[in-house]
């Protein structure tokens, strides 16, 4: 069986791509780098792809709003074409900065299945970056690549990541609807949204959403940043409590994930 073909989203500003199409070919994808201003000038090079990952950075310098502009060029000229890769099977990934430009795509949560700002992403509630090491929790979602019940460490980079709905009833659908992927968790496992445990105050310790469909997938921690097990900030602990380090570190799971179900489903 071939390995599915990844596109790693490229634009002025991302700085995180290298480390995501590591992680997408190490997973058995075959990861390859495209340029915004290649996918606006071919729409149609979407259709080779099974599955799309936009990596974390600073598009276009967030200048008017982490991810704004890379959205609205985006939703401008290929809002229709990337519903229809996903209604046909395609896969989506944003991390960090990704998912600021998935969310204000209106990508995600995408609850009607139209490109319309539900949620956003906001300051933190420190008002300064907050670059930390942070545990998650995987809760039991529509998402079809990240499992339920998983306790992930993570770390978080960013100023403006505190995810807000944009009214309670919102707020409420995310979690009992399945659309809330993942919560900060403190010591005791315990969704927060105390600081630092949850680094920019999400209500309700929301760290990453799905998509009616499960196929779209945004965090705000980076896996890309914690997929080997020498990411980990306790790595050498580790090698010598258990004698050899796992194969993997514990944002892993996302890529491998994505890439089992793109090749499953062919």
Known sequence: MSSPKVLVLRAPGINCERETHFACQRAGGAPEYLHIQQLLGKPELLDGYRAIVVPGGF?????????????QEMKGRLGDRILRFVERGGLVLGICNGFQVLVRLGLLPCTQNRLEEEVTLTH??????????VTLRTQKSRCVF???????????????????????????????????????????GTPTEQYPAN??????GMAGLTNHSGRVLGVMPHPDRSFLPTHMPDWRRTQLERGSLP??????????EMVRVAKAEG
């Open 59 to 71: 598009s276009y310098g967030d200048d008017i709003s982490s991810g704004r502009v890379l959205a």
């Open 124 to 133: 933190n509630l420190s008002n300064h970056y907050e670059c930390r090491w």
């Open 146 to 188: 990240l499992p339920a019940g998983l306790t992930l460490r993570w770390p978080a980079a960013h100023g403006e990541g505190r995810l807000v709905a944009r009214d309670a009833a919102m707020q409420k659908l995310l979690l009992d609807e399945g659309y809330a992927v993942a919560l900060y968790v403190d010591a005791q």
């Open 199 to 204: 680094p920019n105050g999400a209500p309700l």
């Open 247 to 256: 194969e993997d570190g514990d944002g892993m799971v996302v890529f491998r």
